[in-house]
């Protein structure tokens, strides 16, 4: 059985420090496919993606900054939407699906959701109007070692560390966690949800199991919301565990149908965001 997402989904870690110099033109021309390749989300949204080199000299008098995060880079991909909470599920879903394609060609790569310069940014991709930029990623090769910096920034957020099953994923309410024997076929889309990156790794994802379907939902973090006026990390989250759990079913036979309609009786917290239908 194919397993070449899920041994990316294990493989793939947040990098910030970089080689400095030029990517060979064939990597370029691989990453610039990637982005037209998966640039409409499952939910229907086109993203226009690119890859953005702060050497061209349309962009040498831009700061792409990113607050001292991320080091030696000198690609990023970027890409906007139109501020909707469906339009967030699928940009997080689809940047992932990017940024594990690029794990497979050996690049490095790093969520980056309110630590990069919007207005620098916008400029670079010359932002339409009422659209806004979610998430950018740096690309590149990373340096072998981590920096001191990408250490830190590590263990300040446990970034190694991940809920346990029985803190996500649940059988009708919150008081029952999921029985693992119960959702045996789907185990492996679970794990890989479970491994899933989030914004300051808040892993703001639970999963009711009921009727044979699974009820995403998001926990969100007070205040968290606030924090980021321009998007909404914390759906571009939920977005990321779709993609996950569409790969991983891919893998295994498992198409999933994605619909949004809560169940009669959902609880009001955490917040009932999409399904995943799988008969």
Same mark, same amino acid.
């Given at each position: 059985?194919?397993?070449?997402?899920?041994?990316?989904?294990?493989?793939?870690?947040?990098?910030?420090?970089?080689?400095?110099?030029?990517?060979?033109?064939?990597?370029?021309?691989?990453?610039?496919?990637?982005?037209?390749?998966?640039?409409?989300?499952?939910?229907?949204?086109?993203?226009?993606?690119?890859?953005?080199?702060?050497?061209?000299?349309?962009?040498?008098?831009?700061?792409?900054?990113?607050?001292?995060?991320?080091?030696?880079?000198?690609?990023?991909?970027?890409?906007?939407?139109?501020?909707?909470?469906?339009?967030?599920?699928?940009?997080?879903?689809?940047?992932?699906?990017?940024?594990?394609?690029?794990? $497979?060609?050996?690049?490095?790569?790093?969520? =980056? @959701?309110?630590?990069?310069? %919007?207005?620098?940014?916008?400029? &670079?991709? #010359? +932002?339409?109007?009422?659209?806004?930029?979610?998430?950018?990623?740096?690309? $590149?090769?990373?340096?072998?070692?981590?920096? =001191? @910096?990408?250490?830190?920034? %590590?263990?300040?957020?446990?970034? &190694?560390? #991940? +809920?346990?099953?029985?803190?996500?994923?649940?059988?009708?309410?919150?008081?029952?966690?999921?029985?693992?024997?119960?959702?045996?076929?789907?185990?492996?889309?679970?794990?890989?949800?479970?491994? &899933?990156?989030?914004?300051?790794?808040?892993?703001?994802?639970?999963?009711?199991?009921?009727?044979?379907?699974?009820?995403?939902?998001?926990?969100?973090?007070?205040?968290?919301?606030?924090?980021?006026?321009?998007?909404?990390?914390?759906?571009?989250?939920?977005?990321?565990?779709?993609?996950?759990?569409?790969?991983?079913?891919?893998?295994?036979?498992?198409?999933?149908?994605?619909?949004?309609?809560?169940?009669?009786?959902?609880?009001?917290?955490?917040?009932?965001?999409?399904?995943?239908?799988?008969?």
């Amino acid at each position: 059985m194919n397993q070449y997402f899920t041994a990316l989904i294990n493989q793939r870690t947040s990098r910030r420090t970089f080689r400095p110099g030029k990517l060979p033109g064939h990597l370029t021309e691989a990453v610039s496919q990637l982005l037209a390749a998966h640039g409409t989300g499952p939910l229907g949204t086109l993203i226009p993606f690119r890859l953005i080199d702060r050497q061209d000299l349309d962009n040498q008098q831009l700061k792409l900054g990113t607050y001292g995060f991320i080091q030696g880079a000198r690609y990023f991909i970027a890409g906007f939407v139109a501020p909707a909470s469906t339009a967030f599920l699928d940009y997080g879903y689809c940047l992932e699906r990017i940024i594990l394609e690029l794990t $497979g060609l050996g690049l490095g790569t790093c969520w =980056l @959701g309110g630590t990069f310069d %919007r207005g620098e940014f916008s400029k &670079a991709m #010359r +932002l339409p109007e009422n659209q806004t930029i979610p998430a950018v990623t740096p690309v $590149g090769y990373p340096t072998s070692l981590r920096g =001191l @910096g990408d250490r830190i920034i %590590r263990l300040s957020a446990g970034s &190694a560390n #991940r +809920l346990s099953w029985k803190n996500l994923f649940f059988e009708h309410d919150t008081g029952h966690p999921l029985d693992p024997a119960h959702s045996a076929a789907h185990h492996d889309q679970l794990e890989a949800v479970r491994l &899933a990156p989030s914004a300051s790794n808040k892993q703001p994802w639970r999963i009711f199991l009921d009727q044979g379907q699974y009820h995403f939902s998001l926990c969100r973090t007070p205040g968290y919301r606030n924090k980021f006026l321009a998007t909404d990390l914390q759906m571009v989250d939920i977005g990321i565990a779709m993609c996950h759990w569409d790969l991983a079913g891919s893998e295994k036979g498992l198409p999933t149908r994605w619909s949004v309609s809560k169940p009669a009786g959902f609880p009001d917290e955490p917040e009932y965001i999409i399904t995943a239908n799988t008969d």
